[in-house]
């Protein structure tokens, strides 16, 4: 026996052998990634490796995470509630400051009902599968988030994509397709978060209406930055998580789908209900929002403040890339940043397609118009 175990610890496990072959073929393409620890001491700042940086790519775009309300509405949430759900909110977890977010997400929204989940991730896994299945299909824009894939690949349904927002390609799928499929959903983000540019929402929302597709959006990085659009989305998916400075997702959408959703979104029935904390927080981000109408037209502005500086399109939303192709000359952009005391992460494959590696810069109320005319001067000299 003891023969064996020594045999054993001689010998590279073949589970840790598999998992270092994986990540030495990242190497070279400069792919691999790894955790850096990240204090952010305000909603500016942050302090990593000893040193303190402004941040310009956090997605706290209002800067909420850190207000003293939102701070002290999560405070006052964990003494009355405690620090956890306990349970998922179909047993005990279902806590009274969930039905006020819900309330209050739908009156922003012009739906009739909202579902709090986890997370947005958790949101859009739960959501898709609820809708269609193995008879069915989804359209999907190409640069759709992550987690709007992971649940499209859970249904078990014909999927389908189209290059980023192209309609006529999105049209010739539908008219090719959607006859022989009992139900299609049709998929896309109101902001996109890795390019910063817009949905034609409007031209979508038609689409769906002529042939019959529900159209769900994700407004991960809307919330709050860009004025919502009355949207035709039957679903408007989001994240308490960015512009809400919390955590956390949410659907709205008619009574029916959000009862449907309650019964069927596996993400939501087997999962704990959010904490108490966030659930505060974001409610008090949602009234602070609505309150505060300049500074919501702020990050946009400051977005709009550097294109112009650096003679770039003009930004759309919070978000601006600036796409540099291979992942080390990101890296080495990103690096230079940081000597100047900038911290911009960069955004390589596969979060983003090969070849498109790019600065992600996010711009938020709390950042100043010296910041940003600072940042510029730091990135024209790249
Ligand atoms: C961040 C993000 C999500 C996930 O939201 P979390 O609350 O962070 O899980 C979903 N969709 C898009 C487009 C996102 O950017």
Not at 85 to 107: D, H, I, M, P, W
Request: glycine letters at 8%; a negative charge.
């Amino acid at each position: 026996m003891s023969q064996v175990l020594d045999d054993q610890s001689r010998v590279e496990k073949s589970i840790d052998a598999y998992a270092r072959s994986k990540l030495t073929a990242l190497d070279p393409m400069g792919l691999r990634r790894s955790l850096i620890e990240t204090d952010r001491t305000d909603a500016i700042e942050v302090m990593r490796g000893g040193r303190r940086l402004i941040s310009f790519c956090c997605n706290d775009y209002l800067s909420l995470s850190h207000h003293p309300d939102v701070e002290r509405a999560a405070q006052d949430a964990i003494e009355k509630f405690g620090t956890g759900a306990g349970a998922s909110r179909l047993v005990t977890g279902n806590y009274s400051l969930l039905g006020e977010l819900e309330a209050k997400l739908a009156a922003l929204k012009g739906t009739e009902a909202c579902l709090v989940f986890g997370c947005g991730y958790l949101a859009n896994i739960g959501t898709i599968p609820a809708l269609v299945g193995a008879e069915d299909l989804i359209v999907l824009d190409e640069l759709s988030h992550a987690c709007m894939h992971a649940g499209a690949r859970l249904t078990s349904a014909r999927i389908e994509t189209f290059p980023h927002n192209d309609l006529s390609a999105a049209h010739a799928i539908l008219k090719r397709m959607r006859d022989s499929h009992p139900r299609c959903l049709l998929l896309t983000e109101t902001i996109f978060s890795m390019d910063g540019d817009r949905a034609p929402l409007q031209a979508l929302g038609l689409l769906a209406r002529d042939f019959d597709a529900w159209l769900m959006t994700d407004d991960a990085h809307g919330l709050g930055v860009v004025p919502h659009e009355n949207s035709d989305a039957d679903i408007q998916m989001g994240t308490l998580s960015k512009g809400a400075g919390s955590y956390g997702g949410y659907v709205c959408a008619s009574r029916a789908v959000i009862d449907l959703l309650i019964n069927r979104a596996r993400s939501f029935i087997y999962s704990t209900g959010l904490p108490p904390a966030s659930a505060a927080a974001a409610l008090e981000a949602l009234t602070i929002m609505e309150r505060d109408p300049e500074m919501c037209a702020r990050p946009l502005a400051l977005a709009r403040a550097f294109t112009r500086k650096l003679g770039l399109p003009e930004a759309q939303s919070a978000i601006v890339p600036v796409i540099l192709g291979d992942a080390e000359h990101a890296l080495a952009a990103s690096h230079a940043l940081e000597q100047d005391g900038f911290l911009v992460i960069a955004i390589r494959p596969p979060t983003v397609p090969f070849g498109t590696a790019r600065l992600r810069f996010t711009f938020t109320a709390g950042h100043s118009e010296a910041d940003v005319a600072r940042l510029a001067a730091a990135v024209a000299k790249l």
